[in-house]
């Protein structure tokens, strides 16, 4: 059969190669981009809890309203913004958030912007339906945006805009006066904005993460994505939600009810218990600090020099003191020499530019990542 693919571009992803390596090599693997440590127990005994008490058929298609609810009440206490439970939909994960955001609102021709290095996920949903990918490339030290030059990237065609805050790779987050700039850029037009914030409650040294919900104007074009998976260390549970206004929640739904109708109940049920209680998600910013702290000090004094990770699982590194050889030779070589695997940045970028730098995940137990720093001391 001649199967000429839709994808022809996609294939075994770097998170694959690299984990592979590391077990093949034992190395200690700070590329994955999820927990090595559990959840807490409390969460594990309420799903338990609502598996016993027979909830486990189908939720309703938009999610269980009294989770839906406990989203809104915790969205008004965090981000100070009154979102309606109609306006939100519990989805298997951010990845399935992403997929019927993107695949609501995009047709042939469309043009959608992303910011690069971006989350892999983005680019072949668009390429699916038609859409064109227009990229804004970040470059090393700072990775910061010039809304400026930005806005030539905007034509007639634009269909939608995708923010990625706190940012993966790079560990960046977007300020007030990012958002203020976007805003006046796509104000007046019809252009959306897909806001990836996953990593929301992951934000360093007293920052404030500034989400599209609590700008008046962009939560009236964006469908904002969040994931209790980053949140609540559930990675596996494959749990989010997407928040939108009335008519883009409607769009967004006709696509979520034939990809997956609905999501786990008793996952449902549990959840919406364990957000009552706020201490469960407010502790994340000291927790993860610490871990970000406790990678960065350990490899003081080695030539990989940080470059600063204000909020997410990671931390990027530049090498280039260390050696000249392309960012995934470097990686791969890494892991087998020195029994540390990474994730190499080109391959966020389309054009695979390569800025000599990697990314480490130091969402780690400390074990974990004071092996890392031991070995990494060597190089
Ligand atoms: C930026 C970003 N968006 C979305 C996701 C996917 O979230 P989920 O695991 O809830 O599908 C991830 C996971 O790594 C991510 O890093």
């Not at 104000?187 to 360093?204: P, Q, R």
């Not at 000249?324 to 087998?336: I, L, N, V």
């Not at 530019?353 to 780690?364: G, H, N, Q, S, T």
Request: charged share 25%.
């Amino acid at each position: 059969m001649n199967l000429s693919s839709k994808l022809p571009r996609v294939g075994t992803t770097i998170f694959t190669v690299m984990s592979q390596l590391a077990n093949e090599v034992g190395a200690v693997n700070l590329s994955q981009g999820f927990p090595d440590f559990d959840c807490d127990p409390v969460l594990k005994d309420l799903v338990t809890k609502y598996m016993g008490e027979a909830k486990n058929q189908y939720s309703p298609m938009p999610g269980l309203p009294a989770l839906r609810e406990a989203i809104a009440t915790k969205i008004k206490k965090t981000r100070g913004a009154l979102v309606h439970p109609d306006d939100i939909t519990v989805t298997a994960g951010g990845t399935q958030a992403l997929y019927c955001a993107i695949s609501s609102v995009v047709r042939a021709g469309d043009e959608v912007i992303l910011i690069e290095p971006a989350y892999d996920s983005y680019k072949p949903v668009v390429e699916l339906h038609g859409g064109n990918v227009r990229t804004y490339e970040l470059s090393a030290p700072d990775f910061q945006v010039d809304w400026n030059s930005f806005s030539r990237l905007i034509t007639h065609k634009t269909r939608l805009i995708i923010i990625n805050n706190p940012h993966n790779p790079l560990g960046k987050t977007l300020s007030r006066d990012d958002l203020e700039a976007l805003n006046k850029l796509v104000s007046g037009t019809d252009i959306m904005i897909l806001s990836d914030e996953v990593y929301e409650h992951i934000v360093f040294d007293g920052k404030e993460h500034h989400s599209v919900l609590s700008h008046p104007e962009l939560k009236e074009r964006s469908f904002a994505v969040f994931s209790f998976g980053k949140t609540f260390h559930i990675t596996g549970w494959k749990m989010g939600y997407c928040v939108a206004p009335e008519p883009m929640t409607r769009e967004f739904r006709k696509v979520h009810q034939f990809n997956v109708f609905a999501v786990n109940t008793p996952a449902q049920f549990a959840l919406a218990e364990y957000l009552k209680t706020e201490s469960n998600y407010l502790g994340l910013p000291e927790f993860f600090q610490a871990k970000r702290d406790y990678l960065q000090e350990g490899l003081q004094g080695t030539r990989l020099k940080p470059i600063s990770s204000e909020g997410s699982y990671f931390q990027l590194y530049d090498y280039s003191a260390i050696a000249d050889e392309a960012d995934t030779e470097f990686a791969k070589r890494m892991t087998r020499e020195y029994g540390v695997a990474a994730i190499p940045v080109s391959v966020f970028y389309s054009s695979g530019k390569d800025e000599k730098v990697i990314r480490l995940c130091f969402a780690k137990k400390e074990e974990t990542l004071g092996k890392a720093i031991k070995l990494l001391k060597e190089m």
